[in-house]
T-cell receptor, first 115, second 116 residues
Framework: DADVTQTPRNRITKTGKRIMLECSQT?????MYWYRQDPGLGLRLIYY???????NKGEISDGYSVSRQAQAKFSLSLESAIPNQTALYFC??????????????FGQGTRLTVV | GESVGLHLPTLSVQEGDNSIINCAYS??????FIWYKQESGKGPQFIID?????DKRQGQRVTVLLNKTVKHLSLQIAATQPGDSAVYFC???????????????FGKGTHLIIQP
């Protein structure tokens, strides 16, 4: 089983609809992240969470919201989807890195298309 | 603003040859760098990392070189195999939140193509 699991893997939705992307992890990490990947733009951070009570905006948070339901679960919502939110979305986890730099462990990705 | 970027979007190499993928960074405060490999349909996977107090680090068939003077990072893959075909990203840690992965800034990626 994957350490970081995203559902759904693919989704097509209509403009204006609300959609939730879910992420769960078995790595026991405190930190969880949502990234968006667009062709030619690389990975951009949407939101991140240090623990259940901590939520932080990333580089491109407008139009998105998140919920950290438990240490192992971090969901991303698009309240009213628009076509330019069509992208590949990745959830990632990372350990505490206060005095150490840490890598991020990524899920398989969710391909979202807004029509 | 400062950013991490890559010199070439596509690199084509012969199977068995060595591959060198380059990355330029502009944030002089960055002190931790990672290379990720992303295969088609999958999420990025960690390959190797290096801290700024090092110039070189070796893994299995991979070597990362860091030149802080010119803010340049490279990934060398020895004896390239078909399974090495993927997009490779460099990432830097901007250290604005204690050094955790929330500070990672990613480059746009280089697509490595292996020719038989």
């Amino acid at each position: 089983d994957a350490d970081v699991t995203q559902t759904p893997r693919n989704r097509i939705t209509k403009t204006g609809k609300r959609i939730m992307l879910e992420c769960s992890q078995t790595k026991g990490h405190d930190r969880m992240y949502w990234y968006r990947q667009d062709p030619g733009l690389g990975l951009r951070l949407i939101y991140y969470s240090f623990d259940v009570k901590d939520i932080n905006k990333g580089e491109i948070s407008d139009g998105y919201s998140v919920s950290r339901q438990a240490q192992a679960k971090f969901s991303l919502s698009l309240e009213s989807a628009i076509p330019n939110q069509t992208a590949l979305y990745f959830c990632a986890t990372g350990g505490l890195g206060f005095s150490m730099n840490t890598e991020a462990f990524f899920g398989q990705g969710t391909r979202l298309t807004v029509v | 603003g400062e950013s991490v970027g890559l010199h070439l979007p596509t690199l084509s190499v012969q199977e068995g040859d060595n591959s060198i993928i380059n990355c330029a960074y502009s944030n002089s405060a960055s002190d931790y760098f990672i290379w990720y490999k992303q295969e088609s349909g999958k999420g990025p996977q960690f390959i190797i990392d290096i801290r700024s107090n090092m110039d070189k680090r070796q893994g299995q068939r991979v070597t990362v070189l860091l030149n802080k003077t010119v803010k340049h990072l490279s990934l060398q893959i020895a004896a390239t195999q078909p399974g090495d075909s993927a997009v490779y990203f460099c990432a830097e840690n901007t250290m604005y939140s204690g050094g955790g992965a929330d500070g990672l800034t990613f480059g746009k990626g280089t697509h490595l193509i292996i020719q038989p």
